[in-house]
Nanobody, 126 residues
Framework: QVQLVESGGGLVQPGGSLRLSCIAS????????MGWYRQVPGKQRELVAR???????NYEDSVKGRFTISRDNDKNTVYLQMHSLKPEDTAVYYC????????????????????WGQGTQVTVSS
C-alpha cells in the first residue's frame, strides 16, 4: 500500500519561509508526478505546484517566484520551499502522487489512482 507522509508545516510570520517535505513509501518503483495542493475551509483543493518525472514543472500563478518544488526520485520525496509567505497562503497543504508504479514478487503495475498525504497545516500570521 502506498503512503504519503508530509512534514514541515507550522506557524510563520508574513514574509517568512517554510519547507514542506513529503515521502512516499510502499514497494514503489517510480512515480510520474508528485505535487502539492492546498485547501482552506469552504473552498476546493487547488494545485500549488507539481513536478513530473520528465522535468515538467507547473506552479499556481500566485506562488510563482516565491515557491519552488523539487524532488528526489531515488528517495520518492518531494519538497516545497516557500518564501515570502503571505496570510493568503494559509491552508492545509497536501502531497499528491500520480502515475505510481509498484512492484511485488517481480511483478510491477501502475496504479490508476492518485495518492494523497494526510495534510500539513501552514499558517501565516503575525
Amino acid at each position: 500500500q502506498v503512503q504519503l507522509v508530509e512534514s514541515g508545516g507550522g506557524l510563520v510570520q508574513p514574509g517568512g519561509s517554510l519547507r514542506l517535505s513529503c515521502i512516499a513509501s510502499g514497494n514503489i518503483s517510480s512515480i510520474f508526478v508528485m505535487g502539492w495542493y492546498r485547501q482552506v475551509p469552504g473552498k476546493q483543493r487547488e494545485l500549488v505546484a507539481r513536478s513530473s518525472r520528465d522535468g515538467d514543472i507547473n506552479y499556481e500563478d500566485s506562488v510563482k517566484g516565491r515557491f519552488t518544488i523539487s524532488r528526489d526520485n531515488d528517495k520518492n520525496t518531494v519538497y516545497l520551499q516557500m518564501h515570502s509567505l503571505k496570510p493568503e497562503d494559509t491552508a492545509v497543504y497536501y502531497c499528491n502522487a500520480g502515475g505510481v508504479w509498484t512492484c511485488s514478487d517481480y511483478v510491477c503495475d501502475q496504479s490508476p489512482n492518485d495518492y494523497w498525504g494526510q495534510g500539513t497545516q501552514v499558517t501565516v500570521s503575525s
